[in-house]
């Protein structure tokens, strides 16, 4: 029989046209009605290209959530959106220009900000709609339109008169490169090569001298203290004496305290503003009163003395050689020290006392924990990066950043007696630039007004999407039928930061978990194993990747590669490798097309086991899609159609459908049960490959896209799977010896069939051609 399918092999520019017939035919438009599955896509920051493989995977399978889904009979909410506020851009826009933010009119740098990401955006959007995203470009949302600012202000303001912000003077992480607080969330630490300086301090009375080893000696200048621990009977005689700091030649006072470890270097510990988060607490602990010694630039103060205006890294180099020229250092050690690390600007970062606004966090550390227990983790084990970031949170969120592409934090002071303001929710607010929308102060009755210059940390933005695309404060009833969400996708990097800010602010909003699953995805990493990094040349762009082989080749190198939650390597020669097995599938449907489906037919003992099989794949399938591991059904469909229904089945059935030596009730069991396997494995994949099972069920099984088709359940056929192993091993038992004969496939052969395969007798000895 001819085929009805005339293309000899899958083409991946046909993807082109079903895209388009998608698009036309609004196939995944939502209504918030039914079963509501909602998704809180991530929206990616189009900072630089090529987009990452791993994230372009990462979104083909967020896709494949959706598309699983809405084959479980979901009405699926899938956004689109895209980040583009805070530094990324900034600096982006500062390298594309060659400036520099604070030197530039701010007006000018906004507008300049707004258009630098848009060729990187247009990319990203093309590769999301090449991969076949199924999601709700239509409507794609910004983090920086004005409609999202407004929604980050107006929560803000409601927090606001919750009591839940303050302003308040602290010591905060801070990024001299970018000129900003930065939350603990967006430090990251890495082993640097520095020195570890064991300086010699003298003591008054009794005269003595006793060591002390630092890597930051550049903070000399602001000791307030020495420390040991009271327990520490090598300086019981000296607690309360005052000791001289050298080089400086200030006196201060050496205090007893528990925090000292005696078996740490000399067991005395110099206490400087600030050295790191330990000094933050010992100072606040002895009540000592701060030396600023950095500024804001990144170089020393003028209380740093002749090392005023020297950068950190210049001042510790020349501090060093001005204590070993005389005679303060004692022995210096080259070591690996773990910095605290700007997550943005890649610098070591500095601890400087700052007025910023804070969101209350720490009274929330309990409540956080108790919803974080009921959201369902994929993989399981990520949940442990939540629970150990709460449990390490001391301070509350430092919410103000000193940038300007970001939203604004809305508020004006009056001018007279510097009283805050905040304005009554719903509008987009630039206090920098706008008049003041209170007419006069509560406090004063003034009506003068000065802006806040800060904006918000990004992370404020991003942590209300769920709340964005749910329309919150926007549409109470489309709000009401989708909100918690159902599911966040997004990569094990940003646990602390943007699910747990989101939970955070959301509990805070509405009182309840943003979301009920959190779908946690690893990195994508070279072939291996290491980052990739522009300056390694082990980049891939996944653009020309998708254009050379196709999405579907793409999409299911990723599901067949990636172990949810675990790190996945990434090449361009394994995805090209996963396009066989879409040919081996085209190859089996075109196959099948010369074959007209049939309602019924008698079942022979053949087809009873590979619909047993088929039970068998379709259970375990279901599984997978169950727990949004998609690793689960591509290497099970592979495996069943490849292995045992293509090299098995097919070939035993092959001459029942052929041949007229069968019985028509015999012909049509197989042709029957070989169109019940294919469309059921058509299904099955849809998901993961939607181009290919689209096309390939719409000529040989429907007018109608497979997308709008339910998944397939197990029938519980008797089990016939105890028959699998006997049966491959027969064939393979008869290939080998036609081939060791010098025999072709066709040649006849004299061979005994097991007893224990007499039921499938009369398919085997027309598959092999057995006398």
């Known amino acids: 029989m001819e085929p009805t399918i005339k293309e000899t092999s899958w083409n991946p520019e046909i993807e082109k046209q079903i895209l388009k017939q998608w698009e036309e035919t609004h196939i995944y438009d939502f209504k918030p009605e039914g079963d509501v599955f909602v998704i809180d896509t991530p929206p990616p920051y189009p900072s630089g290209r090529p987009w990452h493989i791993g994230a372009a995977s990462h979104y083909a399978q967020i896709d494949m959530i959706a598309r699983t889904a809405r084959m479980s009979g979901k009405n699926v909410l899938f956004p689109i959106g895209i980040d583009r506020n805070g530094l990324p851009v900034e600096m982006y826009t500062e390298k594309k220009h060659g400036i520099r933010m604070h030197e530039t009119d701010r007006a000018e ?32 949302y910004r983090t920086d339109s004005e409609k999202y600012r407004t929604l980050t202000q107006s929560t803000f303001i409601d927090m606001w008169k919750q009591g839940q912000i303050y302003l308040a003077n602290r010591p905060n992480n801070y990024d001299w490169v970018t000129g900003t607080t930065i939350a603990d969330a967006e430090i990251v630490y890495e082993d640097i090569p520095t020195k570890l ?17 630092s ?61 790191d988060q330990n000094d933050v607490a010992l100072f606040r602990d002895l009540k000592l009163e701060e030396i600023a010694a950095v500024g804001m630039n990144g170089r020393m103060k003028e209380v740093a003395g002749s090392y005023a205006g020297l950068k950190v890294k210049q001042a510790r180099e020349k501090i060093i050689e001005d204590l070993t020229n005389q005679g303060f250092v004692e022995k210096i050690d080259n070591i690996n020290h773990r910095t605290p690390i700007s997550e943005r600007s890649k610098t070591a970062i500095e601890i400087i006392s700052m007025e910023e606004y804070y969101l209350k966090q720490k009274d929330s550390v309990d409540k956080i924990k108790e919803l974080g227990s009921k959201i369902n983790f994929h993989p399981p084990m990520h949940k442990q990066i939540l629970m150990n970031w709460l449990e390490s949170i001391s301070i509350d969120w430092p919410i103000s950043r000193r940038r300007f592409y970001g939203t604004e934090i809305p508020i004006w002071y009056c001018k007279k007696c510097n009283e805050p303001h905040v304005p009554e929710p719903g509008k987009y607010y630039r206090p920098w630039k706008d008049s003041s929308p209170i007419p006069k102060c509560m406090k004063c009755n003034s009506t003068e007004f000065v802006g806040e210059q800060r904006t918000f940390d990004t992370w404020m933005d991003s942590s209300i999407s769920p709340l964005y695309i749910t329309k919150y404060k926007q549409d109470e009833a489309f709000f009401n039928k989708t909100y918690p969400t159902t599911i966040r996708p997004q990569s094990k990097d940003i646990v602390r930061t943007w699910l747990y800010y989101t939970i955070l602010r959301c509990e805070k909003l509405t009182g309840k978990t943003p979301w009920t699953d959190a779908w946690i995805m690893g990195y994508g990493v070279d072939e291996h194993g290491a980052k990739m990094s522009k300056s390694k040349g082990n980049v891939i762009d996944p653009l020309p990747v998708i254009q050379k082989f196709g999405a579907d080749t793409f999409r299911f190198w990723s599901a067949s590669e990636i172990n949810i939650g675990y790190d996945f390597r990434c090449s361009e020669q394994k995805i090209e490798t996963t396009k066989k097995f879409l040919s081996k599938l085209w190859n089996v449907s075109r196959f099948l097309s010369g074959f007209s489906i049939v309602k019924s037919g008698k079942p022979s003992a053949s087809d009873k086991w590979i619909l047993s099989e088929l039970d068998k794949v379709i259970s375990e399938c279901k599984k997978g899609y169950s727990e949004y591991n998609f690793f689960i059904p591509a290497t099970a469909l592979r495996e069943f159609t490849w292995n045992l229904f293509a090299a098995h089945y097919i070939e035993m059935v092959k001459g029942r459908a052929y041949s007229s030596d069968f019985t028509e009730e015999e012909r049509d069991g197989a042709i029957f049960t070989l169109h019940k396997v294919l469309s059921s494995v058509l299904i099955l994949l849809a998901p993961i490959t939607p181009f290919i099972t689209d096309y390939l069920w719409q000529n040989l099984y429907s007018q109608k896209t497979i997308h709008h088709e339910k998944f397939v359940e197990p029938e519980e056929h008797e089990d016939w799977t105890k028959y699998t192993k006997e049966i491959t091993e027969f064939n393979s038992e008869v290939w080998n010896k036609k081939k060791s004969m010098n025999l072709s496939l066709k040649d006849t052969i004299e061979i005994a069939i097991p007893q224990g395969l007499e039921q499938f007798a009369k398919d085997l000895k027309a598959m092999h051609n057995i006398k």
Do not use: W
């Not at 906004?110 to 959007?125: H, S």
């Not at 602001?222 to 005689?237: L, W």
């Open 215 to 275: 890597t930051r000696p550049e903070l000399l200048c602001a000791c307030q203290t020495i420390i040991v621990n009271p327990e520490d009977e090598r300086y019981t005689d000296v607690i309360g004496k005052k000791v001289i700091i050298p080089l400086i030649n200030r006196e201060v006072e050496i205090k007893a305290h528990p925090s000292a470890e005696k078996e740490f270097g000399s067991g005395a510990v110099m206490v400087c503003s600030y050295g």
């Open 197 to 213: 300086v064991h300086m010699k301090f003298q003591v008054k009375d009794p005269q003595r001298t006793i060591v002390i080893a």
């Open 109 to 140: 740098f906004l507008k300049l900000c707004e258009t630098a990401l848009d060729d990187l955006e247009a990319e990203m959007i093309q590769i999301m709609k090449s991969l076949g995203l199924s999601g709700n470009f239509a409507e794609y």
